[in-house]
């Protein structure tokens, strides 16, 4: 779950642009829309077990750039715990 409260809002693209845009992550995806203020998005990934689906791509997501800008961003994640993450 994302949801910002503050600042530049979560952009995200379709999952049939999820392929291409990975390969290009240096550069911004045509097919980036943003999330508004106080959206609350739930993003299921590519490894989700309910899917039903494993070669689904997934969303691909990314904080907005603010470096630099002076711009600051209050942003809640959660996200369901996996096995393999060390804390």
């Known amino acids: 779950m994302v949801t910002t409260y503050r ?11 999820s392929k291409e845009t990975l390969k290009q992550r240096q550069s911004d995806s045509k097919h980036a829309q ?11 990934g590519c490894g989700y077990e309910d899917s039903g689906r494993r070669d689904h791509p997934g969303i691909v997501h990314r904080s907005p750039q603010t470096e630099g800008t002076g711009i600051h961003r209050l942003v809640l994640i959660l996200d369901i715990p996996q096995e393999d993450w060390h804390f």
């Open 7 to 17: 600042g530049p809002s979560t952009e995200w693209v379709p999952p049939v642009f």
């Open 34 to 44: 943003s999330l508004s203020q106080y959206d609350v998005a739930l993003f299921k």
